[in-house]
Structures are given as structure tokens and as C-alpha cells.
């Protein structure tokens, strides 16, 4: 390959909008890597879902235009698909609950199953790489980022969880991206709009954050995400993304596949690595893949004219390129699993949130409410389904006891119930004498909260991480 062409294919860029032939031509133009697709790239129908049809055809056409060079390997075709908040695609595709669902559950193969039933669902869509799990290790409410990402606040937990959700990923022919290295769950800044600090020591983080990366190393994980993450210990002031310290802690480990870097279009970068800069730095750092750089065009010709300055040697491009490529001939010799159609996860979407369902304060015995409710908080479609799900619980609605419901980033909630529908930190301000932590807002997760308050089903979940004087573990015997 050519200089330029190495350069191509270590990037892995975004583009905005629908129509993919502008992208499709960057990357026959840069012997890009591929593309990674974004919700504003999501095709959509007439009924606002997801055009599966329409999705698998932009999945080809730019799958073709990496190998238009002559490769002989796939192009790398990513989403970021964890569930929950994190989820690119919607309907008719299967919703799953947050992440931390599987913390509350604890179950190793019900998280590999949901793992190679979300994957086996993308699958057929054309995409090849799913950037998930997020086995990061929350520390509770003063992680701004990451939160019900987590599986858990539990370092053991979190590996080997993150591991059968991974194992589940490659099952379905994917490749899975542990994130984000050296860990976003016990930092305070959002690395979307700065760059947060992590002021632990080494001997800190293997006993926490890093607990779960050495699993999925030792598990075999094709890739690993790293973070924009300033950590004093390796290298103070820069982006773990950019740090060869970091890089060569992460290969101490014994991982010997692709390190991708974060988006590259985040804050905590482009407020100090502007007009591509950070590309040619993060190879040289020890980085392999580029996601999503500011100005593609840009980085492609920052790589090129680093490697002729000298500042990044021809070597780490090579060796970089060479480990993309040969994840992607690896890739390409396996033999997926025959496909799922979109939606046929529901049930096991459901089977998760009804493991999940947490009562931190309340009667774990009979039914919570009689008979009807009322509910308040939460969105619109928050409310819709709640009140259908009540409805085949056997509730009316409209009198009765106050559910509040707790979105994403809510606010504690009055009310006689409150429930947690993404992290559980808001249960901890909420004077509501009954609190539950659902980590969902599925329509199975709500049939599984009615089902608990009309006490026809036990919550079987424990908390995943301490919520204010509620320790991890706390919930229903």
C-alpha cells in the first residue's frame, strides 16, 4: 500500500445526513477504512422507523467503496448500538434497556444472549462493527457521562459481564469495541465538551477501571476504545487517546489488537488538537483507528505529511494499518449466524428488565398499588406506555397512588412511587416513600414495572451501584 493509502485506512470517519454516495466518494477518494453511521444517517419510513431496506443499501454502497481500491478485506461498517440512551437505531429494530439492566440482574448468559441478539439484528443491515459494551465502572452521580452506560459500579461485575456481552457481539458476526479506556465511569467531566482529569494512580485504576479491560483482553476483544481521558500518572494534560504512556499500558495488558480512539470531534480534542493535528498524533501515540475526525480531508493529509516530516514513523502507520487490516481479514473469514429480523430481540428485551427491575425502598410482597394509578413525570411516550402497560397489568389509570416517573437526566420526584427509568441516582433526593430503578423505558421495561406493582411479579433486581445511603446489592430478597 501506498502512504496515502495506509493513511485511508486507519481513518474512520462520520458524515451528516442521509445520502451516503458524497461519503461513499471520500472514501474511494482516501482508501478510507470505511464509515461509522450515526442517528442522523438513520434512513427513516413514513411512520418515522428505521428504513431497514433503505439502511442496508447506503451499508453497501459504502462497504463497496472501501474495497474499491482493490482490498481484498471488508470495509469496517460501525454503529454505536449499546441500548438504552445509546441506540442509533430504533424501531422496528429490537429497544433494549440501559446497559446497567444487566448489572441489576447479575446474569452472565442472559448478558451474552441480549449481546448476540442485539448484534444479530445489525448484522443483516450491512454492519460489521458494533462500538459496545461500555465497560467502564461508574462511580455513581458524579459520573456526568457515563452513568446507566455502566454495568455496573462493581469492577469485578463489569469484566465479567462485559465480557459475555462482548462474546455475545462476535457470536452474531460483529465485532465488539470495549470503551472506554483507561475509564470514563470515575471521572466528573463530560469529555464531549472539556477534557476530565483522572487523578487515581496506576496501582488505583488496575484495582477499578482497569479491571474489566484486562477481562476482555484476556477474553480475546478485537478492539478497545480509548478515551478522552487526562490521567496525571501516565501523562498529565493529554487525552488518554493521544498519550503513549497510556498506549503502552494498554499493550502491557497483553492486547494485541486495534486501540481506536473516541470520536475525534469531541471537546476534550478539538480544543487542543484544532485543523487535524490530532490524527497524526494519536498514531504516533500508539493509536490504530481514527474515529471520526472534525475534517477527514484534513487528517488524511496531516497523516501523509507527518509520515514525510518524519514526526510519525512510517513504521507505527504501518504497523497501524496492518493491525485494522488484519482485524478486518479475520473478520472476513467468519461465518455469521443466519440473520434475525428487526424486532425479534422484544421478548428478551423484556426478559431483561423484568430481571432487572430493582425496589430500593417499599414492600417486596404483594402488589404496591390496588387497583389504579396515576402517573406523572417522564416524556409523553414515557406516560403512553406506561399506561398501556398498567392497562395489561390489570391497573386504570387516573386515580390512586402517584407514579412519578424519572427520565434521563431527571430530576428527584415527589409523588408516592418513584421510579428510576435510566441511572438511579435521582431515587436517592426523591422523598417518595416506594422507589424502584427500572433502567429502562422500554415497552417490555414498563410491562415489567407494572407487573411488580400490581404484584403479580416479584423485583428480582439488586442495584448495580450505590445510590446515596442505598449500597450496591440493595433490593428485593
Not at 407514579?403 to 435510566?422: C, E, F, K, N, T
Request: charged share 15%.
Amino acid at each position: 500500500m501506498t502512504v496515502e493509502e495506509k493513511a485511508g485506512q486507519v481513518l474512520m470517519p462520520s458524515y451528516t445526513g442521509t445520502d451516503a454516495e458524497s461519503q461513499a466518494a471520500t472514501i474511494e477518494r482516501l482508501h478510507l477504512a470505511g464509515s461509522i453511521i450515526m442517528g442522523d444517517n438513520v434512513p427513516l419510513d413514513a411512520q418515522n422507523q428505521v428504513d431497514t431496506a433503505a439502511m442496508t443499501a447506503v451499508n453497501a454502497r459504502l462497504a463497496q467503496a472501501a474495497r474499491a481500491d482493490g482490498r481484498t478485506w471488508p470495509g469496517l461498517i460501525g454503529v454505536d448500538q449499546e441500548g438504552g440512551i445509546v441506540s442509533r437505531l430504533g424501531a422496528p429494530l429490537t429497544e433494549w434497556p440501559t446497559p446497567m439492566s444487566y448489572g441489576a440482574t447479575a446474569s452472565a448468559p442472559l448478558t451474552q444472549d441480549s449481546g448476540r441478539a442485539l448484534a444479530s439484528e445489525l448484522a443483516p443491515l450491512g454492519f460489521n462493527i458494533d462500538f459496545a459494551p461500555d465497560i467502564d465502572v461508574t462511580i455513581g452521580p458524579s459520573d456526568p457521562t457515563i452513568g446507566a452506560r455502566s454495568l455496573s459500579g462493581d469492577p469485578e461485575l463489569s469484566a465479567r459481564l462485559g465480557v459475555a456481552f462482548s462474546h455475545g457481539i462476535q457470536e452474531a458476526g460483529l465485532l465488539p469495541a470495549v470503551k472506554h479506556f483507561p475509564g470514563h465511569g470515575s471521572v466528573t467531566v463530560d469529555s464531549h465538551q472539556g477534557l476530565p482529569v483522572q487523578p487515581a494512580s496506576v496501582a488505583e485504576l488496575n484495582a477499578r477501571d482497569w479491571k474489566p479491560f484486562k477481562a476482555a483482553i484476556d477474553a480475546g476483544t478485537p478492539m478497545v476504545m480509548t478515551g478522552h481521558i487526562a490521567v496525571p500518572a501516565l501523562e498529565p494534560g493529554v487525552p488518554a487517546s493521544l498519550s503513549k504512556p497510556t498506549y503502552a499500558a494498554l499493550r502491557a495488558m497483553g492486547f494485541n489488537g486495534v486501540a481506536v480512539t473516541d470520536a475525534l470531534n469531541m471537546g476534550a480534542i478539538q480544543q487542543q488538537f484544532p485543523d487535524g493535528g490530532a490524527a497524526p498524533a494519536a498514531l504516533a501515540a500508539g493509536a490504530d483507528l481514527l474515529l471520526m475526525p472534525t475534517d477527514v480531508g484534513q487528517a488524511h493529509a496531516a497523516i501523509v505529511s507527518a509520515v514525510a516530516a518524519g514526526s510519525l514513523p512510517g513504521a507505527r502507520l504501518d504497523e497501524a494499518a496492518r493491525r485494522v487490516a488484519t482485524m478486518m481479514i479475520w473478520r472476513g473469514r467468519s461465518t455469521p449466524p443466519p440473520a434475525q429480523a428487526p424486532g425479534s430481540g422484544n421478548g428478551l428485551s423484556a426478559q431483561v428488565s423484568a430481571a432487572a427491575v430493582t425496589v430500593l425502598s417499599g414492600q417486596c410482597d404483594g402488589p404496591l398499588v390496588q387497583g389504579s394509578v396515576q402517573v406523572a413525570g417522564g416524556s409523553p411516550q414515557d406516560r403512553a406506555r406506561f399506561e398501556a402497560a398498567a392497562t395489561r397489568a390489570g391497573l386504570s389509570v387516573g386515580a390512586g397512588p402517584v407514579v412519578s416517573l424519572i427520565g434521563y437526566g431527571g430530576l428527584p420526584a415527589a409523588g408516592d412511587i418513584a421510579v428510576a427509568l435510566d441511572a438511579p441516582w435521582p431515587l436517592q433526593g426523591s422523598p417518595a416513600p416506594v422507589k424502584v430503578a427500572l433502567y429502562g423505558r422500554s415497552p417490555g421495561a414498563f410491562d415489567a414495572l407494572a407487573a411488580v406493582l400490581a404484584g403479580k411479579a416479584k423485583a428480582p433486581g439488586k442495584l448495580p451501584a450505590a445510590v446515596g445511603s442505598f449500597p450496591a446489592g440493595t433490593g428485593c430478597p
